[in-house]
């Protein structure tokens, strides 16, 4: 329940941005799997830095750090 309720916030959020400044749904899915445990913090940081535009990935990963109690 847990990981479907951070796949549903991190949709709503729109996390995953394009350069074009529109949600992404293919990063938004990936970020899900990983999530789902399937994946590490570390990758799932590497998956925001390469998708996200530079100027929003730093606060993504700081709300997904803030959110998910990440060191």
Known sequence: ??????KLNLRRTRYSYHHDNRPNKEVDDKIGELLKGLGTIQEICNLVQRNVRPDQAQKVLDELKERYGWK
Do not use: D, G, L, S
Not at 1 to 6: G, K, L, P, W
């Open 1 to 6: 329940m847990e990981v479907e309720m951070a």
